[in-house]
């Protein structure tokens, strides 16, 4: 009987062990944006700067180590032709200052697909439209925890190391695809939404429930992308749509997370 269950534990392990090693595993990079966005938090950052400018060498020379066969940005698919024609022209010259030279498609999606060379790169976004801010509606409520909710989120987001100014990309980006940090991202996203509803309507969870249907949209055009379990997948988005790929990624049966500290650094934080 022993011997029977130990065989039967063996077998376990091992189709365990060829079910990981046929998922494609996938790099979930958060980001603060690089350039303009009308995110609810936003972060200063001077591209051009010789400083950053380093330090955005550093990142993408680490980021290239997991060596993507396939890269994923955060625009519409729409825009596919224009990544296509802005990539091809900064292999040909990094000089080039493409559409996409002010943001992290080109400083950083661009750069570490030269650096792996990497031959395919996705539009992944969907644009849809919703309310981050349900301010108004919570004051004329008296939603206490709506404010209780946002103000304990301001609080902890600000102890944390996210200034790329004060404490460097690197450790930026590191504490930003940390569990702490999307647990704060979800927060100012979805659950402080929550506490925003009249007592007849939802207004307050109608708007997270459209920023979750953006993510699961986007989520939906990564899955469209057609890859196997020999392909390696990057994919470069802000710090809240990470946080719902991480979810997703993390339950699946195709796709296996990698680690982003296993390749910025464990030691950054």
Same mark, same amino acid.
């Given at each position: ?10 077998? %376990? /392990? ?10 494609? #595993?996938?790099?979930?990079? /958060?980001?603060? *944006? ?18 950053? #400018? +380093?330090?955005?060498?550093? !990142? ?62 996705? &539009?992944?976004?969907? +644009? ?15 939603? #206490? ?55 007849? #309507?939802?207004?307050? !969870?109608?708007? &997270?429930?459209? %920023? ?33 790929? *991480? ?20 030691? +950054?934080?």
């Amino acid at each position: 009987m022993k011997n029977a269950l130990l065989i039967i534990a063996l077998l %376990f /392990g091992l189709f365990t062990a060829q079910a990981q090693d046929n998922k494609i #595993k996938v790099l979930n990079l /958060g980001i603060f *944006h690089l350039g303009y966005t009308d995110d609810l938090r936003t972060t200063e950052y001077d591209e051009e700067n010789k400083k950053n #400018k +380093e330090q955005i060498k550093e !990142v993408n020379e680490l980021i290239a180590k997991f060596k993507p066969t396939i890269i994923m940005v955060e625009t519409p698919p729409k825009n596919q032709h224009l990544v296509e024609s802005a990539y091809d022209a900064y292999l040909n010259n990094p000089e080039t200052k493409t559409i996409y030279a002010d943001n992290e498609i080109q400083l950083l999606a661009f750069e570490i697909g030269r650096l792996a060379k990497t031959k395919r790169i996705y &539009a992944i976004d969907h +644009e849809m439209g919703y309310d981050y801010y349900q301010d108004k509606l919570a004051k004329e409520l008296n939603a #206490k925890n709506y404010f209780k909710s946002l103000q304990t989120a301001d609080s902890l987001f600000s102890k944390l190391p996210l200034d790329p100014k004060k404490d460097g990309l690197k450790k930026t980006l590191m504490q930003m695809n940390t569990p702490e940090t999307r647990a704060i991202l979800y927060n100012y996203n979805v659950d402080q939404l929550f506490y925003a509803n009249s007592s007849d #309507k939802f207004e307050g !969870v109608d708007e &997270a429930a459209r %920023f979750y249907q953006r993510n699961l949209r986007m989520f939906a055009n990564i899955c469209k992308i057609e890859a196997d379990e020999n392909d390696r997948i990057l994919i470069i988005s802000g710090g809240a749509h990470a946080s719902f790929f *991480h979810d997703f990624l993390s339950r699946s049966y195709i796709y296996e997370v990698e680690p982003v500290e296993k390749y910025l650094g464990q030691n +950054e934080l």
